[in-house]
């Protein structure tokens, strides 16, 4: 019944197997990390020293468009869809994903959707040069004709992004095992159900919004011109009711992973197991009810300005509890620092203070002063950074294994860790500073005054880079010539994963198996 | 300064650390800490200032109280020092309390915070009316009913910019003409822009407002103490957007009565030169300084084009008068980046620009056009 892989190329082209596809989406998205990653030491290279060095404006615009968004929709978004695929049917007990030949289209189209984005920083007129959050007009009647293929990638994104997500919901609502209720669902599962609902609901609205910017640019229609009656600021509006939901979906699966690892390493079930889920569905409500505090200074009436700040600052409540629930796990545990429990417990404590930057920025009248400046990109980063990317990276220590059968070296991995994590802190602290001294974000060049923790920050970001080939090393070398793994892996892991050999077979549970 | 970035935990520390580490400034300079948001010198900033320590404070007793236990239980609760596991894992109890307290912490915030936002949007009985009008890439300054509008232009020459000279102290910071206010004045900017948006920033006085094409928006500041305040533009408007800087000088109100006379005159020489014939000179001397501030950004220090077309050996500047004419005017029709420059330099400016564009960069028109031409052009010949 069972049978293996297909030889060659056409195994990848065409399968259909979860296990395949989440291991090419997550290559897919490690390469585009190292993309991205390159176009932002472009970014802190011109950021060096003050005066213009390396790169012109016009590119430096461009870089840090294209940094942004093919972090966001490139590495960290496919990269917690691989994540899903190679989890989520072992987690529920099912044999594969629920519908695996859109599961293969889902992943197919995106590799051509990147290609058309970034071959536009080789079309006449550059790239996208007006922010990964291209606020019309200068996304429209002011940008480069290259915008069209941006719109285009933009679209066939977001279809792969709803394809993933409505996938993932019929395969936990259909496919799980006998016995697996919703509440004995592992926290990974939880947090990505939520988070394809976020996907679905948004999606369409960022399709929306880059649909009327085709409109505009090419079929004469003034949604965002003013000059034509149309409202430069409904832009903004519609765009970031898909931004802010889309900020959550790039942490809450993050949450679930740490939830899986957390207490493995301290040896004792996940305090307040019911509390996690309940905090997580109701950030996922509150995201669409506070997208305009990234516009307190668009001019908003007073009576928006203290709702959107109100509501944000309750984000805090249930984002506490979780905090507190990780930190409670750890207290009276037995723990352990494998290197995947030391990326969850960095997530804990940075993702807290971006937090903590985040109530500040909350706080309307303040906000006033941080808006667009260091200091925004220093929180957002806190929290993206170490919120997703570091959770990532745990995850693919803590399951890895489990993947490829070969255990990672424990030296190797840490050595990581601590390059990446001072090469983090390097690069992001200072950011707090420049930005509270009043230095603006998006900008090529600056005054000597804060040329001290710009240069700083630069080095941090070449040793955060230098980390993640330590990270392609350790991921190769383990599958190449890694020892063998058990099939726990850790000390008593909870989990259906871990009841099955390592490396996981090509179909798993293809007989569903008990859940107590 | 690096053992401040390398270890997070040394943020809690800084506040203590700025007081003693904030910069000397010049007399007339406003004072600058390197690492925290300046208090200002407005009622607002002072408010905001409060604000952002206040949260700050709260920040950092929250996270005591959270990474000590956090670190308590790395140290402690490790399986090298033989603890072992408890197996806890609910406490209806906890759960509440840690919803409750945060959420009371947060009422304590909001309850200031809504205040000083009121105070904020409280734009009303201005003394002082001041339109701000966002350009790619410069701002244009209206006082309202005065008579007194003008163009505020980075002032950085490019060598500084391209490291071809040592960069002056105001660095990127600096502009040809100030934005002269008197202190002790409620002044009401209304903030709006003619091409994409931009935002107009003056850390000092705590006012941040988006210059949004079609709005009108306001913001407003009351200046307690004289001296020089700067700011930026903050919202990406293209490629200058790093570039155009301002600079506000908050004087008392005699010398504010004085500077709004002395600019009315100024206009008024403006107009009059506009009836007078200048020399191909003249006119070539003077629009080689209009070139580098309104046209070198995208067309390039030596015409050679950039954002823009070339003007060296462009088919324009060595056209017909009219066709050119028509472009720095009213702009280019296919390309929104040409903006309409008719309202945004005076008619012997214009003419002195346009003059040396089809007299320079190889360009060889040989015609001169007089600040009456470019009236008459205006006006629809």
């Known amino acids: 019944m069972a049978h293996g892989p297909a030889k060659g190329l056409s195994r990848w082209l065409f399968t259909t197997n979860h296990k395949d596809i989440g291991t090419m989406y997550l290559w897919f998205s490690f390469a585009m990390f190292f993309l991205g990653g390159i176009f932002a030491l472009v970014i802190r290279a011109e950021l060096f020293e003050p005066g213009l060095q390396i790169v012109q404006p016009e590119i430096f615009n461009q870089m840090t468009t294209m940094h942004g968004l ?46 058309m984005l970034v071959s536009t920083l080789f079309m006449e007129g550059g790239g996208p040069n007006f922010g990964w959050t291209f606020y019309a007009p200068l996304s429209t009647t002011y940008a480069p004709p290259s915008v069209t293929f941006f719109i285009f990638a933009v679209h066939i994104m977001g279809a792969s992004s709803i394809m993933g997500s409505i996938n993932i919901i019929a395969t936990i609502f259909n496919m799980r095992a006998p016995g697996m209720t919703l509440m004995k669902m592992p926290l990974f599962v939880w947090t990505w159900l939520i988070t394809a609902y976020l996907l679905i609901a948004v999606m369409p609205v960022l399709a929306g919004v880059v649909t009327m910017m085709l409109m505009d640019i090419h079929f004469g229609t003034s949604f965002f011109d003013a000059a034509g009656g149309g409202d430069p600021v409904l832009f903004q509006h519609v765009f970031w009711f898909f931004g802010h939901p889309e900020v959550y979906i790039m942490i809450l699966p993050a949450f679930g992973i740490v939830s899986a690892i957390i207490p493995t390493f301290a040896r004792k079930p996940l305090f307040g197991y019911s509390s996690m889920v309940y905090a997580t569905a109701s950030i996922a409500f509150l995201s669409f009810i506070v997208w305009a505090h990234h516009m307190f200074t668009v001019g908003m009436p007073i009576a928006g300005e203290l709702f959107f700040m109100y509501a944000t600052m309750l984000i805090a409540v249930p984002t506490g509890v979780k905090v507190f629930n990780w930190v409670t796990t750890m207290f009276r545990g037995s723990m352990t620092f494998e290197t995947p429990m030391l990326f969850s417990i960095a997530f804990v404590i940075l993702f807290t203070i971006g937090g903590f930057s985040g109530l500040m920025l909350a706080i309307a009248p303040a906000d006033f002063q941080y808006h667009d400046t260091y200091f925004v990109v220093a929180h957002f980063h806190y929290v993206l950074v170490p919120g997703a990317i570091f959770s990532i990276t745990a995850a693919v220590y803590y399951w890895l294994p489990k993947w490829c059968g070969n255990m990672y070296s424990e030296i190797m991995g840490k050595t990581h860790f601590w390059v990446a994590f001072i090469g983090l802190n390097l690069t992001f602290f200072p950011m707090h500073f420049v930005g509270l001294a009043g230095m603006q974000r998006r900008v090529p060049d600056y005054n000597q005054f804060f040329a001290d923790f710009n240069q700083i920050s630069s080095m941090g970001a070449f040793l955060f880079g230098a980390a993640q080939l330590l990270f392609l090393y350790n991921v190769i070398s383990t599958i190449v010539k890694g020892k063998k793994a058990t099939d726990e892996v850790w000390e008593n892991p909870e989990g259906l994963e871990w009841t099955v050999p390592s490396p996981a077979p090509y179909h798993t549970f293809s007989v569903p198996p008990e859940v107590r | 300064m690096l053992n401040i970035a390398i270890r997070p935990c040394a943020w809690l520390l800084s506040p203590a650390a700025l007081m003693t580490l904030s910069s000397l400034s010049l007399a007339d300079e406003a004072e600058r ?17 409060g604000l952002h320590m206040d949260i700050f404070w709260w920040c950092v007793a929250i996270g005591i109280v959270v990474f000590g236990v956090m670190f308590y239980s790395m140290i402690v609760h490790r399986k090298s020092n033989g603890a072992k596991a408890a197996n806890f894992h609910e406490s209806t109890v906890l759960e ?106 003056v850390p000092s006085l705590a006012v941040k407002k988006d210059a949004v094409p079609g709005y009108v928006n306001e913001s407003w500041a009351y200046i307690e103490e004289p001296g020089i305040y700067r700011g930026v533009c903050a919202e990406l408007c293209g490629k200058d957007h790093g570039f155009m800087p301002i600079v506000v000088e908050a004087v008392d109100d005699a010398t504010y009565n004085t500077w709004l006379a002395d600019r009315r005159e100024a206009a008024k020489q403006l107009k ?4 007078q014939t200048f020399t191909l000179d003249e006119l070539i001397v003077r629009g080689e300084k209009v070139y580098g501030t309104a046209c070198m950004a995208c067309h390039g220090a030596n015409g050679e084009g950039g954002v823009g077309k070339a003007i060296a050996g462009s088919p324009i500047a060595n056209g017909p008068l009219a066709e050119h004419l028509d472009m720095v005017v009213n702009g280019s029709q296919q390309n929104a980046l040409m903006a309409a420059f008719g309202g945004q330099l005076s008619e012997v400016d214009l003419a002195a620009v346009i003059t040396f564009q089809r007299n320079r960069f190889g360009n060889s028109a040989g015609d001169l056009v007089q600040p009456v031409d470019v009236l008459k052009f205006k006006q629809g010949k």
């Open chain 1, 70 to 115: 093919i972090m966001v929709f490139g590495a960290v978004m496919p990269a917690f869809v691989g994540l899903a695929n190679w989890l989520i049917p072992m987690m529920v007990g099912a044999p594969d994903m629920a519908l695996p030949r859109m599961n293969n289209w889902s992943f197919w189209i995106l590799p051509f959707a990147f290609t």
């Open chain 2, 33 to 49: 800490s390197s690492i925290n948001m300046p208090k200002g010198v407005t009622p607002v900033s002072l408010d905001i200032y």
């Open chain 2, 96 to 201: 509440v309390l840690w919803t409750v307290i945060p959420f009371a912490i947060l009422i304590i915030m909001a309850w200031p915070a809504t205040k000083s936002l009121i105070k904020l949007y409280d734009a009303s009985e201005s003394d002082i009316d001041i339109v701000v009008t966002g350009y790619q890439w410069k701002w244009k300054y209206e006082y309202f009913g005065q008579e007194v509008s003008f163009f505020s232009n980075l002032s950085t020459p490019q060598d500084q910019i391209q490291n071809l000279a040592p960069k002056g102290e105001h660095y990127l910071l600096e502009v040809d003409e100030h934005l002269v206010v008197p202190i002790k004045k409620k002044i009401r900017f209304l903030i709006t822009s003619n091409d994409v948006i931009h935002a107009w920033w």
């Open chain 2, 272 to 275: 009059a030169l506009a009836k």
